[in-house]
């Protein structure tokens, strides 16, 4: 690919980020381009994605070139989905969709009882274990004494079947302090993780304002703002004949 | 007094934008160059790991992240690339998210050039063409995984290459590791560290991060690197200094920002009530 | 009729469901067959399912330009920005890169998808930083706990934190900031996170049940 056509990626892909950044001051047009221009490309980059990784080679290749009839089961259950646009024939899309969720029931279930309930509960008993109070590791115990409670505090607030009153209330109340722990702990990581984004696009900013790029984001910055200047003249010129007259 | 305090409080938030703007601009422009003193210890777990391993073991990589979140896991990614290189090991990239593909075809473009100028393709490593089904991948990669991945994402046939000898399904790969921001890393310890007992490690955003300190309590993950302090932790116990360190100044004074706004608001607000 | 609209699609759902739950639990030559086979034919009908989305698009934004809506001249940027991505795809095969070249689909990955996808997920960072200053109010011990532990976090994950913590409390050597932050995510934040995973867990599995027996029928549409 040319240099230039390089320099012209870096102008669209600058301009786009200050485009969409744009709405944080106000809506406006080139917004609103960058935001469908981005649900297009979106669309189109997974549409690419699937016909070249899952159609082509697993549907068309194996039918055309490998004579495997069987593929076309899944592909008759794929294409009754999109019989939901049409009113009259759209129970047919019924056949896929339960062949979909009865296939995600039946993985999930395994999936979360090892995960999420076995390992978790066996996490949790593992401190108190003989094999590791014998190791004599006071903080490991005291550790997991706190997750323990902590965990079984939490269940507690979770019961909603039972009134909560008494002893419940008292652990339901201690769970709800260990909740915010934990909420507290997540935005600390969410705050960051946004951040690391932002920074991300900044540097990328920073990196088509060089002079390879022709000061590519300094120029497009400057238009925006000299477009926001204008458009508040214009808009407010309405206000201002009135007052006059 | 009361009126200011308000109006404070009130303030147009476009003002705070600007602030954060300037705030994560400058250290681009000007690094700060912070020290980064302490490394989590889960990080620590996963590049002793990866050190333990003799050379010519085998790494599955999957890389399972977009460019929404590119400046937190491609700098993990990278860092995790060249230790494994430096270590000798044998490397397979894979992706399970068709929006991984361009970035992991940056990073194919980066290791004969700067990353691992010495390792080659197809003897040394080996880039698998994305599969749009996880869990089938999974269950299929414990039991023979050249009934799903039978060429490399080039076409050429993969069960002849050097680097795949040996290697029939994850009971044969010595480690693997899944870099994500959604919850495939979750899809993996179920699916195949759990099922198959593969040692596996993670790299998250910050975001999941606290999501996934169960399972490095229960062993399920050896070790875990966590948004772009992960890969700062990570790159400084490599010594190779990139991205992930770069960013951790601009966070810093993010960071700052948001507890500094937060308690003088709060701080308003008494001041208000008992004025 | 009802036999082919109702009871043959449940019928499916619930031997699908089954025979793929068995499956993890049985671990025999036929099940690893079975999961082999369903696990292709997974793949191709998830590809399909995807169209349903884009096929939704296509008419909602067609239809916006032929009835000359207000703003219908931005729905065809929908357009334009899928014929960008698709078209180089085609041209190009499906390949990003050829040799060391950058392809056209290549390009439009870049500095089209990148770009757009990037700033779209980071434009939130802004808004966490002006909602934390406006609604942030610590009015209880509940939420002066949550704060805590934020400020805890937030300070322990970055140089500058570890510093400010130092300069103010390391002449009482207390903990170090980033081992109080390392404690608070491998201890309370584990119980608190266990807690809420067992309950997802427990519904998850009743929710799938329930599916695989016909009782839950809502994704299949009205009778």
Known sequence: MSE????????????????????????????????????GAGMGWVFQTVLFQTWI?????????????????????????????????????????????????????????STDLLKQIGGTMAPFMVSEINRGNIWSLVNGSIIAIGFICVLFYFFFSVEHKGAIKKASNIGIYFLMLYFGAAFGNTVMGRFSLLYGRFDDLYKYS??????ATH???????????VDHFRTRKPAVEEEAA | MKNTIEKILKIDRRLIFLALTLLLVFPIVRPLGLPNKNIGNEVKALHDKIEGLPAGSFLMLSLDYDPATRPELHPQAVAVIKHAFRKDLRIMILTLNAGATGLIDEIGERIPKDIAPSKKYGTDYVILPYQPNPVAVMTQLGMDMFQIYDKDRDGADLKSMPVMKGIRNVKDMQLGMCITGTAMLDYWVAYTADKFKMPFAGGTTAVSQIGYAPYLQTGQLKGLMGGMKGAADYELLIGEKEKGTAGLDALSLAHIMVIALIVVANIMMLWLKYL | MTLIKKHIPLAICFIVGLLTLSSYYVPTQSSEK?????????????????????????FSHTRKITRRVDGWGYSLFVFVGFLAMVVPAIVSNGKQMIGADLTGLGWGYRFLFNALSGTMFSVLAFYIVSTAYRAFRIKSAQAGVLFAAALVLMLAKVPLGQMIWEGLFGWTGAWDIAQIGQWLMDVPAVAGKRGIMMGLAIGGIVTALKIIFGIERQYMGKD
Not at chain 1, 219 to 229: E, R, S
Not at chain 3, 34 to 57: C, D, H, P, R
């Open chain 1, 210 to 215: 060089a002079p390879k790029y022709f000061y």
């Open chain 1, 57 to 113: 080679p697993k549907v068309w290749d194996p039918l055309t070139k490998q004579g495997d009839w069987t593929v076309l089961v899944p592909t008759v259950l794929g294409l009754t989905l999109v019989t939901q646009f049409f009113p009259r024939v759209s129970w047919l899309s019924r056949y896929g969709f339960t062949f979909i969720m009865g296939y995600g029931s039946g993985l999930v279930i395994p999936l979360t009882i």
């Open chain 3, 34 to 58: 079975y999961v082999e086979t369903m696990n292709k034919w997974e793949n191709i009908v998830a590809g399909f399912a995807f169209l349903l989305g884009l096929f939704s698009l296509f």
């Open chain 1, 4 to 39: 230039t056509m390089l320099i012209f990626g870096g102008w669209v892909a600058a301009g786009l980020t200050i485009f969409l950044f744009s709405f944080l001051y106000k809506d406006n047009p080139f917004f609103k381009t960058a935001e469908h221009l981005y649900l």
């Open chain 1, 219 to 229: 120029v497009i910055l400057a238009a925006l703002v000299i477009y926001f200047i």
